[in-house]
T-cell receptor
Framework: AQKVTQAQTEISVVEKEDVTLDCVYETRDTTYYLFWYKQPPSGELVFLIRRNSFDEQNEISGRYSWNFQKSTSSFNFTITASQVVDSAVYFCALSDRYGGATNKLIFGTGTLLAVQP | DSGVTQTPKHLITATGQRVTLRCSPRSGDLSVYWYQQSLDQGLQFLIHYYNGEERAKGNILERFSAQQFPDLHSELNLSSLELGDSALYFC??????????????FGAGSRLTVL
């Protein structure tokens, strides 16, 4: 079954610390996509990154970086030099094909990141 | 502003009542997805419409229904409300019918409180 596990329920760090959010997934598909979304205290879900299953290169965007390892079915997210504005719930998600083609997203339970000043 | 508009932002109602949540997708997006976010269930997929047609159902109760209109806006109808229906309901849109690469753009959500 398709599943996304975010074992870390809550993480608290002090500003400027680096923090890694873990994501482990299970899928029967050979082609799939992984996503990270951010949900700040205001409540909206904001797209951060999409990665397909054929591209295992790590990606860096400013203070954000993602490590995709197919061998361990993991797609971890690291924030370098965290800031208070990074405080949010972060969701990892997996695309799920159904009906032959159409996709939906399966979300993990989220990790609440609290960055203390 | 994501471009996906959801109304109302907040709604308080009583058990047994019926409510309608509305979603206007981003301009040009033909797909609309509804998700429910609750403390105990997390983010759950409810239903997907593409260009007016239902494409798939997820964990949607029989008391809930949805539709997508010719102008592409969508409504989620929740009836015979129970306390457990209290949740944040998200609408998301995307340009395409299919493809796992879809990036869903989410609205700000409608927070439903059932008393």
């Amino acid at each position: 079954a398709q599943k996304v596990t975010q074992a870390q329920t809550e993480i608290s760090v002090v500003e400027k610390e680096d923090v890694t959010l873990d994501c482990v997934y299970e899928t029967r598909d050979t082609t799939y996509y992984l996503f990270w979304y951010k949900q700040p205290p205001s409540g909206e879900l904001v797209f951060l990154i999409r990665r397909n299953s054929f591209d295992e290169q790590n990606e860096i965007s400013g203070r954000y970086s993602w490590n995709f390892q197919k061998s361990t079915s993991s797609f971890n997210f690291t924030i370098t030099a965290s800031q208070v504005v990074d405080s949010a719930v972060y969701f990892c998600a997996l695309s799920d094909r159904y009906g032959g083609a159409t996709n939906k997203l399966i979300f993990g339970t989220g990790t609440l990141l609290a960055v203390q000043p | 502003d994501s471009g996906v508009t959801q109304t109302p932002k907040h709604l308080i109602t009583a058990t047994g009542q019926r409510v309608t949540l509305r979603c206007s997708p981003r301009s040009g997006d033909l797909s609309v997805y509804w998700y429910q976010q609750s403390l105990d269930q997390g983010l759950q997929f409810l239903i997907h419409y593409y260009n007016g047609e239902e494409r798939a159902k997820g964990n949607i109760l029989e008391r809930f229904s949805a539709q997508q209109f010719p102008d592409l806006h969508s409504e989620l109808n929740l009836s015979s409300l129970e306390l457990g229906d209290s949740a944040l309901y998200f609408c998301a849109s995307s340009p395409y019918q299919s493809s796992g690469a879809n990036v869903l753009t989410f609205g700000a959500g409608s927070r439903l409180t059932v008393l």
